[in-house]
């Protein structure tokens, strides 16, 4: 039906074969996927604007899809760190709750997902009371596959909820994921 089989099965095949830029997008999607998940947001974009690009035929459709699945991935991928980072902090900071100075305790997290699952030491360096909190200053170690693991300096304040973690997040990729 139509001219070259468009519509051919009445929406059984898609119309439009993809051109050699769009499987070139697709191999590049793969490579990155290889590489690992952080490149997940873009997978999903490439993957995204290439299949309804083909299937409407209008690049622009195909880029405007691409860019909002690669601004809901990006969204979803940042909320799920938030969640899990802050499930981290406040069992360090549950496991400093009742330490005095030089004192320290064992915590690990278990993740309903058990990926990313950490243990390591919390030791309590100071306690700092005043009229308006009580904070900790603690070192949090990370034990690593190698037992080298990673320290981190940190505070620890009461609040009405119990114990958070206070310390601000730094902005650079090499702090890691605490």
């Not at 980072?85 to 496991?95: K, R």
């Not at 596959?145 to 320290?151: H, I, K, L, P, S």
């Amino acid at each position: 039906m139509g001219a070259g089989g468009t519509l051919d099965g009445a929406l059984g095949r898609i119309a439009v074969t993809p051109s050699p830029l769009c499987r070139a997008l697709a191999l590049t999607g793969i490579a990155m996927w290889l590489s690992g998940c952080h490149d997940l947001a873009t997978i999903a974009a490439v993957a995204g604007s290439t299949a309804s690009g083909a299937a409407t035929g209008n690049p622009a459709i195909g880029f405007a899809v691409g860019v909002g699945v690669a601004a809901g991935a990006n969204f979803l991928a940042d909320y799920v760190t938030r969640v899990r980072t802050g499930a981290e902090q406040d069992v360090i900071a549950e496991a400093a709750a009742e330490l005095p100075a030089g004192g320290q305790a064992p915590w690990a997290i278990h993740h309903t997902i058990p990926i990313g699952n950490e243990h390591g030491r919390v030791r309590v360096v100071d306690v700092l009371a005043t009229p308006i909190a009580t904070c900790k200053d603690v070192i949090v170690s990370v034990a690593g596959d190698d037992d080298a693991g990673q320290n981190y300096l940190a505070w620890v304040c009461r609040d009405p909820q119990g114990w958070k973690w206070a310390t601000a997040e730094p902005s650079v990729a090499r702090s890691g994921s605490l």
